[in-house]
């Protein structure tokens, strides 16, 4: 799967000419300075509230627990792998947004939809791998739901709440977002996301300002690991540069799911005039979650020195001794909770969407809605369930979905940068065009289901 995701991503961005770094300021300007602006075209979101119901999949407890394992595992410079990484990163997930608003449709509801389940049917003309992916990533998504649970019902409990009540709470929140569509999670996650991202990161930073002496000793601690091998230091066991490779791209393809072709799903019901105008949006999600969120992670971690006090054995606890040192052990503790929590919860709200929307393009939109209520039965599992052999089987799963994903991503990119080529030709859509005007795009047909 690394082999998979980074050389195709790489293939991809060679492809399309490395347009991520050559356009990135009017990227910027596209997304950040756009998300309040009012977007014309067809859809059924806003641009934004895609991009935040996308990303609440994507920033997940993992962004806080997961970067400090990658750093005691491969040491600093597994930092810059994850960085190198979420560029290629960037021009997968593009491609993708871009070819889940290229093929979408409208459903029974009158949505749009859209997702590998769409385009690797009918854009790679192969019904088998969009069946394959679909299929799988509907299966995974269920155990997958149960382990978040169990994640949040953790958390609660450390702060005296049973598992089953926290469960219980949950299920009640999740159905009665995910119960309003599309519409009602867009609303939800363009308020909760930044709101929880502003809290990570804005105590992050007072972290790293108490710190501010140890930043550069930081960054130099990144740049040197990344190409030399690092021996030990107090809790750190020490590292060669395969393993700083490997853990730091592992964290950067995982960090920000370019590649598993989630975030077409929830994308596609944009409003927008052009498919690529919709893709920048998929390289701001990558930006925020590993340009971001996990960078925070990063730099608490190796500004305040846990990187060396905490074994790696307990290294998913780094960030919250990070902040303890700096705010105290309740309140340390309570804004590593709290966040956790909230990551969480926006992480299972959308993949129950998600999960529906694959039942959908399966089978029906009936047959959609009926996976929402297995999806809250899960939650509920989670907090009373055996979850090891869920455990033993995620990665299999994962690996039916970006295997034929990433296939079609490939096999589709000549239409990615023919559209990226457009785009980018035509005054209207990107004025410092050349004056040569080449004929705008224009949406294909909805095609209604039968």
Same mark, same amino acid.
């Given at each position: 799967?690394? #082999?998979?995701?980074? /050389?195709?991503?790489?293939?991809?961005?060679?492809?399309?000419? =490395? =347009?991520?770094?050559?356009?990135?300021?009017?990227?910027l300007k596209q997304t @950040?300075?756009?998300? @309040?602006?009012?977007?014309?075209?067809?859809?059924?979101?806003?641009?934004?509230?895609? #991009?935040?119901?996308?990303?609440?999949?994507?920033?997940?407890?993992?962004?806080?627990?997961?970067?400090?394992?990658?750093?005691?595992?491969?040491?600093?410079?597994?930092?810059?792998?994850?960085?190198?990484?979420?560029?290629?990163?960037?021009?997968?997930?593009?491609?993708?947004? %871009?070819?889940?608003?290229?093929?979408?449709?409208?459903?029974?509801?009158?949505?749009?939809?859209?997702?590998? #389940?769409?385009?690797?049917?009918?854009?790679?003309?192969?019904? @088998?791998?969009? %069946?394959?992916?679909?299929?799988?990533?509907?299966?995974?998504?269920?155990?997958?739901?149960?382990?978040?649970?169990?994640?949040? !019902?953790? *958390? #609660?409990?450390?702060?005296?709440?049973?598992?089953?009540?926290?469960?219980?709470?949950?299920?009640?929140?999740?159905?009665?977002?995910?119960?309003?569509?599309?519409? $009602?999670?867009?609303?939800?996650?363009?308020?909760?996301?930044?709101?929880?991202?502003?809290?990570?990161?804005? !105590?992050?930073?007072?972290?790293?300002? %108490?710190?501010?002496?140890?930043v550069p000793h930081a960054?130099?601690?990144?740049?040197?690991?990344?190409?030399?091998?690092?021996?030990?230091?107090?809790?750190?066991?020490?590292?060669?540069?395969?393993?700083?490779? $490997?853990?730091?791209?592992? $964290?950067?393809?995982?960090?920000?799911?370019?590649?598993?072709?989630?975030?077409?799903?929830?994308?596609?019901?944009?409003?927008?005039?052009?498919?690529?105008?919709?893709?920048?949006? /998929? %390289?701001?999600?990558?930006?925020?979650?590993?340009?971001?969120?996990? *960078?925070? *992670?990063?730099?608490?971690?190796? *500004?305040?020195?846990?990187?060396t006090q905490v074994k790696?054995?307990?290294?998913?606890?780094?960030?919250?001794?990070?902040?303890?040192?700096? @705010?105290?052990?309740?309140?340390?503790?309570?804004?590593?909770?709290? !966040?956790?929590?909230?990551?969480?919860?926006? &992480?299972?709200?959308?993949?129950?969407?998600? !999960?529906?929307?694959?039942?959908?393009?399966?089978?029906?939109? &009936?047959?959609?809605?009926?996976?929402?209520?297995?999806?809250?039965?899960?939650?509920?599992?989670?907090?009373?369930?055996?979850?090891?052999?869920?455990?033993?089987?995620?990665?299999?799963?994962?690996?039916?979905?970006? =295997?034929?994903?990433?296939? /079609?991503?490939?096999?589709?990119?000549?239409?990615?940068?023919?559209?990226?080529?457009?785009?980018?030709?035509?005054?209207?859509?990107?004025?410092?065009?050349?004056? $040569?005007?080449?004929?705008?795009?224009?949406?294909?047909?909805?095609?209604?289901?039968?």
């Amino acid at each position: 799967m690394l #082999a998979l995701l980074v /050389g195709g991503g790489l293939y991809i961005s060679i492809n399309l000419g =490395f =347009f991520q770094i050559r356009y990135l300021p009017f990227i910027l300007k596209q997304t @950040f300075g756009q998300i @309040f602006s009012k977007q014309e075209g067809e859809g059924t979101i806003s641009p934004f509230q895609a #991009a935040t119901s996308a990303l609440a999949s994507s920033i997940g407890a993992s962004n806080i627990v997961g970067v400090p394992v990658a750093i005691a595992m491969g040491g600093p410079g597994a930092v810059l792998w994850m960085w190198l990484t979420s560029i290629i990163g960037q021009a997968t997930k593009f491609s993708e947004v %871009v070819l889940g608003i290229r093929y979408r449709e409208k459903n029974q509801d009158g949505e749009f939809v859209g997702g590998p #389940a769409y385009y690797l049917r009918k854009g790679l003309k192969s019904p @088998f791998l969009a %069946v394959m992916c679909s299929f799988a990533f509907m299966i995974e998504i269920v155990p997958s739901i149960s382990t978040q649970s169990l994640s949040i !019902c953790q *958390t #609660a409990e450390t702060i005296g709440i049973p598992k089953l009540a926290t469960g219980i709470v949950v299920t009640i929140l999740v159905a009665l977002i995910v119960f309003g569509g599309i519409t $009602r999670i867009g609303k939800v996650t363009e308020k909760l996301v930044p709101f929880m991202a502003l809290i990570f990161t804005g !105590c992050s930073l007072i972290v790293i300002g %108490v710190n501010i002496v140890n930043v550069p000793h930081a960054l130099v601690l990144i740049f040197q690991g990344a190409v030399t091998p690092m021996s030990a230091v107090g809790g750190f066991t020490g590292s060669d540069i395969a393993q700083t490779m $490997r853990w730091g791209i592992a $964290r950067g393809l995982y960090s920000n799911e370019a590649g598993m072709g989630s975030a077409p799903y929830a994308h596609s019901a944009a409003i927008t005039d052009h498919p690529v105008r919709q893709g920048f949006w /998929g %390289v701001f999600e990558v930006i925020v979650v590993t340009g971001i969120v996990c *960078t925070m *992670t990063a730099l608490v971690v190796l *500004t305040s020195g846990v990187w060396t006090q905490v074994k790696s054995e307990d290294a998913a606890s780094m960030a919250s001794v990070a902040f303890q040192s700096v @705010f105290g052990e309740t309140l340390g503790g309570g804004i590593v909770s709290i !966040c956790m929590l909230l990551f969480v919860l926006s &992480t299972v709200i959308v993949i129950v969407f998600y !999960c529906e929307k694959q039942a959908e393009a399966l089978f029906n939109s &009936t047959v959609g809605k009926v996976m929402r209520v297995v999806c809250l039965a899960a939650i509920i599992y989670g907090t009373i369930g055996d979850l090891s052999l869920l455990f033993s089987i995620l990665d299999i799963l994962l690996a039916c979905v970006v =295997f034929p994903n990433m296939i /079609g991503v490939i096999g589709m990119n000549k239409e990615v940068k023919a559209l990226k080529n457009e785009f980018f030709s035509d005054p209207q859509f990107y004025p410092a065009a050349k004056a $040569r005007r080449v004929p705008a795009f224009k949406p294909q047909e909805i095609h209604q289901p039968k």
